[in-house]
């Protein structure tokens, strides 16, 4: 809109009785045309370049944690254009597992971070994690930007006023800075965060356009961007909510025009829930879908008491984390949040403040207050990832803070230049000391907690080993750093001596991770992996078969172990033949045939003992019982013939 053109009434903001009318410079620049970038182009620069020095650091780092499940060994992704049309039509881990496997309560529904990425490796090959790691920056930057350019729509600068101290600036600035945002941009796979929210906010900016202009076009265009943000990750949903509200609350539109703007918004979300319903036959819950293992479902073995009282615990976690984002983890699975009841006082703090926060904001919210409207944001978008309403597959995590973080933001940007300036009875327009000294030491420490962090994104044996220290009571953190020391340290070494120490401290943290987890199957297969490493260095064969028994017992059929155990029988082949025969007929015999009935495994470890000793009697006498079930009698009773041959 040009700068001589008036703004239409009902889209300039009504000042309350405490508040002196300002006059505004340019309160409807349009972000894609020349004016906004010619009077606000210092703020757009400084956020971007604000964003590009925190996260350099970390594009020279490559792919780690669930970026080998959405990336690099990805089928659909790796295939570059010609995956797209699997990758819009199935879960979006189907590409990872090549079959539908219901990992996590609910699928997996997000084919826009997953297009992204096979773009690249159509563009630029596959790989090349730098160019991923700049685009989620360039991204991160850009939702910065629109934040600064919505809140300057919504609180527009006095005339003369410092575009640096300003409440869209600050809120924006600390968007930027927030630790807690490390995850989602240092991680490629967070890609699908910050799309998300780009995607909500986009939408929020073509509904205000809409207002502003009157042209219908640009509530179809909020639908677009809606559905977008959605097919990037599902909690953009909320912005159902976050929309009309935000409309109702800063403009003059009013609760009834915003609602009624908001059913483009609507069918968008509708269009979602049946293409998503499409790709994964079904919406949320199914009896399929419903997670057992505590790794994929932290509340399995809780009672109902428990798993709120946990819940709540959580969400204070996310309030101080928000505040004091210090130390960060990638790890909040179990039990790093320890299993709480009612009886706890912290549980108990965290009901009574998100009760008392959300009864004093809708209350307050229709006196247009600035902290009714944070809290709501907050509410709505943790909602969907607060495990209240559907499990997310473990306690918590920071990325699930990325899109509520807003709320904090734009709280922080109220407060630095509308309350501390009142405090201080300074103008808060012109430049006041304490407030630059206050809000210049909150930034530098944000800043400096973000570049510490970032690091830790290296690979996988930094992270785990950054996650290890912070979540020690979590049998994930454990075992994933084995696995890291293992991958990366383990197997490079050459010299028995150098691997000694480290084989200790592998048997350390993945004991750690079994007392946490006795079930934990990831772990389970680490400890078969150490117990290998161990008989390298000790050579006592009985004790790693005992570990690989006990493994067995715990998670017979996992394909992982199983295919682990094959090539170590083969490679144990010239060992104590006793003790190699004397393993198989417990297992093959005593255990798969005798007590799980399943001939056809029980078959498989025998011949790895008729290999090893072709006339063993033990063995011979094996055969042929499990030859008599599996009803090949001929077999059976020529394995009993050598047995008895051996017997004269």
């Not at 967070?190 to 207002?211: N, P, S």
């Not at 959300?358 to 978008?381: C, E, Q, R």
């Not at 028995?496 to 007392?515: C, F, G, W």
């Not at 029988?569 to 004397?582: F, P, R, W």
């Amino acid at each position: 809109m040009a700068a001589k053109k008036k703004a239409p009434a009902r889209s300039v903001k009504k000042p309350s009785q405490q508040q002196k009318p300002v006059k505004v410079s340019r309160p409807t620049a349009n972000i894609f045309t020349d004016e906004f970038w010619e009077n606000n182009w210092p703020a757009a620069l400084a956020l971007m370049v604000l964003a590009i020095a925190l996260y350099y650091i970390g594009t020279g780092y490559g792919y780690v944690l669930d970026d080998e499940m959405v990336i690099s060994k990805n089928e659909y992704v790796q295939q570059g254009f010609a995956g797209f049309k699997k990758i819009f039509a199935t879960d979006s881990f189907m590409g990872y597992f090549k079959e539908q496997k219901f990992v996590l309560e609910g699928g997996r529904y997000r084919p826009l971070s997953l297009a992204t990425f096979a773009a690249e490796v159509e563009f630029f090959g596959p790989g090349r994690t730098g160019i991923s790691h700049y685009i989620n920056i360039f991204l991160y930057g850009l939702t910065g930007i629109l934040l600064y350019r919505i809140l300057l729509a919504l609180f527009p600068i006095n005339e003369g006023g410092k575009w640096y101290f300003s409440l869209p600036f600050i809120s924006a600035a600390i968007f930027i800075l927030h630790p807690l945002h490390v995850e989602c941009v240092a991680n490629i796979k967070g890609r699908d965060e910050i799309l998300a929210l780009l995607g909500g906010l986009a939408a929020l900016w073509a509904t205000l356009k809409y207002f502003d202009t009157n042209k219908v076009y640009w509530l179809i265009f909020s639908a677009l961007l809606l559905f977008l943000g959605m097919l990037s990750k599902e909690n953009t949903i909320t912005f159902l909510a976050v929309i009309p509200m935000t409309v109702a609350v800063f403009t003059n539109v009013g609760w009834k025009r915003s609602l009624m703007a908001a059913i483009p918004l609507l069918l968008a979300a509708l269009l979602f829930i049946y293409v998503r319903y499409d790709a994964l036959g079904y919406i949320l819950n199914s009896d399929k879908t419903k997670a057992t293992d505590l790794m994929n479902n932290p509340f399995v073995d809780m009672t109902s008491g428990e798993k709120f009282a946990t819940i709540f615990l959580t969400l204070g976690w996310y309030i101080k984390l928000l505040f004091v984002p210090y130390p960060l983890t990638i790890d909040y699975y179990p039990y790093h949040v320890p299993k709480v009841g009612w009886n706890d006082w912290r549980a108990i703090v965290s009901l009574l403040a998100y009760l008392a926060m959300g009864v004093w904001a809708v209350l307050n919210i229709k006196k247009k207050s600035i902290p009714a409207y944070a809290i709501l944001f907050y509410l709505f978008t943790l909602s969907i990832v607060s495990n209240i309403f559907v499990s997310v597959g473990t306690f918590m995590n920071e990325r699930f803070a990325y899109m509520p973080s807003m709320a904090f933001c734009l709280l922080v940007g109220w407060f630095f230049a509308r309350v501390l300036p009142k405090w201080l009875k300074e103008n808060p327009d012109s430049n006041y000391p304490l407030g630059m000294i206050l809000f210049a030491t909150i930034a530098a420490f944000a800043a400096y907690v973000v570049v510490t962090r970032i690091p830790d994104w290296k690979d996988g044996l930094t992270i785990n080993a950054a996650a290890v220290k912070v979540s020690p009571g979590s049998a994930r953190s454990h075992t994933f750093y084995v696995t890291g020391l293992y991958d990366n340290k383990y197997r490079a070494l050459k010299s028995m001596e150098e691997k000694k120490p480290l084989v200790t401290e592998m048997e350390y943290h993945i004991n750690e991770a079994l007392k946490i987890n006795p079930k934990f199957s990831s772990a389970l297969i680490m400890k078969g992996a150490v117990a290998a490493a161990r008989f390298e260095q000790d050579h006592q064969l009985d004790k790693l078969f005992h570990v690989f028994e006990d493994i067995l017992d715990k998670i017979p059929y996992n394909g992982n172990f199983r295919n682990f155990l094959d090539q170590y029988m083969e490679y144990l082949d010239g060992s104590n033949s006793d003790k190699y025969i004397s393993f198989c007929h417990r297992v093959g015999y005593e255990y798969f045939y005798q007590k799980l009935h399943d001939n056809k495994t029980a078959l498989h470890f025998l011949t790895y003992g008729l290999n090893r000793q072709t006339e063993d009697i033990r063995i011979l006498e094996d055969l042929s019982d499990v030859y008599k079930s599996l009803g090949q009698p001929d077999m059976a009773e020529q394995m009993k013939k050598r047995a008895d041959a051996q017997k004269y």
